[in-house]
């Protein structure tokens, strides 16, 4: 059940009419799914949603703002165990969210992993092939 204070409700009525200087962005790379977040956020504007496995949406679900319902207190952003969210200004958040998905997250490393075959372990080989073949199918 979140935690709802009444002193936040007004600014909850006049959200339509001014917009929050800032917003919480999650960056889902660091996200557990913990939940303490949730709890936090005094317009129940955290979202739980499925994992990243298509044939597991229910192993590490994770969470997401909804950024037309944050009022930009830093509730949230100030007791995340794990400091994975962060606030930015109300432009550069709706920027940025889409980039701090999990999907997203985990394409940039791979993008960013030097494929040097003969260096690399085998493990860590056969994620390089499997990135590079997931890029090519993209193109
Ligand atoms: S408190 Fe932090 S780690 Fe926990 S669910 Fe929220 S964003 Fe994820
Ligand atoms: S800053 Fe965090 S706690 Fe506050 S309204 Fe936005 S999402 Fe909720």
Redesign the pocket.
């Known amino acids: 059940m979140p935690f709802l204070d009444p002193k936040y409700q007004k600014a909850a009525e006049i959200r339509v009419k001014r917009r929050p200087k800032q917003?919480?962005v999650i960056n889902q790379g660091g996200c557990t799914g913990c939940q303490v977040?949730i709890d936090?956020?005094?317009?129940d504007?955290?979202e739980l949603v499925p994992g990243p496995d298509p044939d597991n949406p229910s192993v590490h679900k994770l969470v997401e703002?909804d950024l037309p319902r944050?009022?930009?207190?830093?509730?949230?952003?100030k007791y995340c165990p794990w400091e994975t969210?962060e606030?930015f200004s109300f432009e550069d958040a709706y920027e940025i969210a889409p980039e701090w998905t999990l999907e997203a997250v985990v394409e940039k490393q791979w993008e960013r992993e030097p494929v040097q075959e003969e260096e690399v372990k085998p493990r860590r080989r056969d994620r390089a092939k499997r990135a590079a073949k997931a890029k090519a199918e993209k193109e």
């Open positions: 917003l919480a977040c936090f956020c005094p317009v504007c955290i703002v944050c009022i930009g207190c830093t509730l949230c952003a969210i606030m």
